[in-house]
């Protein structure tokens, strides 16, 4: 059994905790056929399904050190006690209704919220950003540390906002000026761009915070993230695969790269000692000592910055259009 193949309900072997006893009946439902209802998301660690009212999370631990690490920290389990603790404190965030583990996949379920959508799908208007401003503040006074807040972890369902996705925030004592001005500003690099600066200071004054120690780690924040988004390149992850000695970007296939790498040039534009620039079939270009060029290509779009998109790299050779 793969990492994507949910293991088959066993009610002797499973371990279930239900906060929501009216659901039990739709939780074990589900259990007994994964995978029910619209598919929201599915990557090689995780899946999101909705069915019946539910959100159904899937932790899937893929390799043996996965495997291991989900035995000792159980992120389904650690979401759904955040979400309890979170809705204790007044804070808006889903309900928890239950936490499974099967096998070597976890699960968590919460009740979806009515008529909501998620910040990146409304304009950011000045009376939404001082919401917002006021609802991270409810947040970080709370003690909830969120690592990965960015506007589309957060919905906003009948002039509420909602905090969702929490399986890597934890409660803290209390938030010192230093987690509080990075959490926003790694919030704010999820909006920057379709807002007016002028906005942007306005949030940050609405909050309390000072904008010149927040425009600092900022600066910090947006240049770790720009970087490790550019690594992926090089690994196997949702926009890459690594086959053998072959990185393609997917959805481009391996028998497609090695056919234009194989392939006689359809016309040479450049032909110097190890730099030849060749045209080929598909109306595709291989380049030769480009493989900084990879990263670099890749590095550039992620910031927003066109350029050729690039599908495989082999040694010193990438394949473009």
């Known amino acids: 059994m793969n990492s994507t193949t949910p293991p088959r309900y066993n009610p002797g072997r499973m371990k279930l905790e239900v906060s929501v006893p009216d659901r039990k009946e739709d939780v074990e439902a589900w259990l007994r056929e994964p995978g029910q209802g619209e598919t929201v998301k599915d990557s090689r660690v995780r899946s999101v399904h909705r069915w019946k009212g539910l959100f159904v999370k899937r932790f899937k631990y893929p390799g043996l050190l996965q495997k ?85 972890n957060v919905l906003v369902a009948d002039g509420k906002l909602h ?16 987690e509080r001005v990075r959490s926003l500003a790694f919030l704010i690099l999820s909006f920057y ?49 690594v086959s053998g000695d072959l990185i393609l970007r997917r959805p481009f296939t391996e028998e497609a790269a090695r056919k234009a790498l194989s392939s006689s040039p359809v016309r040479v534009v450049k032909d110097i000692p190890n730099r030849r620039l060749l045209l080929v079939d598909g109306g595709k ?29 082999l040694g010193d050779r990438v394949v473009g259009d």
């Open 163 to 178: 905090l969702i996705d929490l399986h890597q925030s934890k409660i803290v004592g209390r938030l010192d000026d230093d």
């Open 285 to 313: 270009f291989v380049k030769e000592g480009a493989r900084q060029a990879w990263v670099n290509a890749y590095g550039l779009e992620v910031r927003g910055i066109p350029t050729p998109r690039l599908h495989a790299v």
């Open 68 to 152: 291991i690490r989900g035995r000792l920290s159980d992120r389904a389990a650690h979401e759904f006690r955040i979400l309890e603790e979170m809705r204790r404190r007044g804070v808006e965030v889903p309900e928890p209704v239950a936490w499974a583990r099967n096998g070597d996949s976890t699960y968590l379920f919460t009740r979806e919220i009515p008529n909501a959508t998620d910040l990146r799908s409304v304009p950011m208007t000045r009376p939404l950003l001082r919401s917002l401003a006021a609802f991270v503040r409810r947040i970080h006074d709370a003690g909830l540390r969120a690592d990965d807040l960015h506007v589309g």
């Open 193 to 241: 761009t379709f807002v007016p600066e002028t906005d942007v200071l306005r949030f940050i004054r609405a909050y309390g915070a000072d904008p010149v120690r927040v425009a600092r780690a900022f600066q910090e924040i947006r240049e770790d993230y720009y970087s490790g988004r550019q690594a992926r390149c090089w690994k196997n992850s949702t926009g890459f695969q």
